[in-house]
């Protein structure tokens, strides 16, 4: 064999293990890729039935949905994991206090009929508003399609969920949003508008209450009102009813950890256990107790129905604890100021 033919074989040899690695990539992009459009088509096609949506347009819609990773990295770091003393001053801030007040002038007449109508406190309506979006002014960033894309097939720990969601928005096609489905923004975790409804809360809470036959929760300021309002209503808030009250725990007094913030002990229960309140209230009232690690330690709190009204929006005790806090100041700020 000449020293030619030699050589090339030897090349030969040398390059094939990189051809082949090529071509192993290859067909693995492709069989993923295949993968992903059966995936999508068979989701298309769920959605189609339940929805009552053409399937080609679903799946269209669907395949312009793009993987976001720094939507995953935000929901590996909620702001919800911070501390109490840490976590209040974000929302519970002179800022946002004297803009709530400022919103709740400009529009008393629309806010206190909603609430008047929903039976609803209407400072609690300002207050998740500005929690939210303050007042309007951020309302998300990110297509919501690739956030419940994401969120639905990259993020297993809550893919249900997030499926779910993606279905119900796909669901509603475009003639329900203000703009097409691929155009509409949300946060990271697909809420949308002033106060940011997930989709499925959109279908079962969301009110037109301008009546001009759309919702919209960006540009209709009753639709928002009303919408935020009647979702409390739904979950049962107890009009004039408290939210939550101090306690200060005594000596020895139990230590309590209830899981959750529905209102499942008597209100005396938790007095005999050592926590009672810093105000009197009825003794037979259902209540919880909610700890957080407050600026100077420990902080003890007494929570009823209306509190878990509250974590039915957001399920932190600090989401529903700085919303109360907001809404409480800005009801005091609207006091000093009347005439």
Same mark, same amino acid.
């Given at each position: 064999?000449s020293?030619v033919?030699?050589?090339?074989? !030897?090349?030969?040899a ?8 090529h071509?192993?990539d290859?067909a693995?992009s492709?069989?993923?890729? #295949? ?6 088509a ?10 009552r ?6 799946? $269209?819609?669907?395949?312009q ?14 702001a919800?994991?911070?501390p ?8 519970? !801030? ?6 709530g007040?400022? =919103? ?13 109508e ?7 309506v ?5 929690v939210?979006?303050?007042y ?10 690739? /956030? ?12 249900k ?5 993606l279905?119900?928005f796909?669901? =509603?096609?475009?003639?329900?949003? *203000?703009e097409?489905l691929?155009q509409?923004r949300?946060?990271y975790?697909? /809420? ?8 499925? #809360?959109?279908?079962?809470?969301a ?7 759309k919702?919209?929760?960006?540009? #209709?300021? *009753? ?10 209503a /739904?979950f049962?808030?107890?009009e ?6 101090? /306690?200060?725990?005594a ?10 913030s529905? *209102? ?7 007095? #005999?256990w050592?926590? $009672? *309140? ?8 259902p209540a919880?107790l909610?700890?957080?690690?407050g600026?100077?330690g420990?902080?003890y ?16 005790p600090?989401?529903?604890m700085?919303v ?7 009801a005091a700020?609207l006091?000093?100021?009347a005439?």
């Open positions: 064999m020293k033919a030699c050589f090339l074989l !030897s090349a030969g040398c390059l094939a293990p990189g051809l082949f690695a071509a192993a290859a693995a492709t069989s993923q890729a #295949s993968a992903r459009e059966a995936d999508l068979r989701f298309a096609a769920e959605v189609a039935r339940e929805y949506q053409p399937a080609p347009a679903v799946l $269209a819609t669907l395949r949905a793009r993987f976001q990773q720094s939507i995953v990295d935000a929901m590996n770091r909620p919800e994991a911070k109490w003393k840490d976590y209040r001053p974000i929302f519970v !801030s002179a800022q946002r206090e004297r803009e007040i400022a =919103f709740y002038r400009e529009h008393r007449e629309l806010i206190e009929r909603v609430a008047h929903f039976h609803v406190a209407p400072e609690i300002v207050a998740i508003i500005g939210e979006t303050s309007g002014r951020v309302t998300g960033k990110y297509r919501v399609l690739d /956030a419940l894309y994401t969120l639905g097939f990259h993020y297993p720990p809550r893919e969920f997030f499926r779910g969601e279905a119900q796909l669901g =509603f096609g475009d003639a329900e949003f *203000p097409p691929t509409v949300g946060s975790a697909g /809420a949308m508008g002033w106060g940011q409804f997930m989709p499925t #809360s959109i279908a079962k809470y009110r037109d209450y301008d009546g001009d036959g919702i919209d929760l960006w540009n #209709s300021l *009753p639709d928002i009102v009303a919408s935020v309002a009647n979702y409390f /739904a049962g808030w107890e004039d009813g408290p939210i939550a009250l101090r /306690a200060q725990p000596d020895g007094a139990r230590t309590i950890d209830p899981g959750g529905e *209102p499942v002990y008597p209100l005396e229960q938790l007095v #005999s050592g926590y $009672a *309140p810093l105000q009197h209230y009825d003794p037979a009232r919880n909610v700890r957080l690690d600026e100077h420990p902080e709190w007494i929570t009823f129905q209306n509190f878990y009204v509250i974590t039915r929006y957001n399920r932190s600090l989401y529903a700085a109360h806090q907001l809404a409480q100041a800005i700020g006091q000093d100021s005439p």
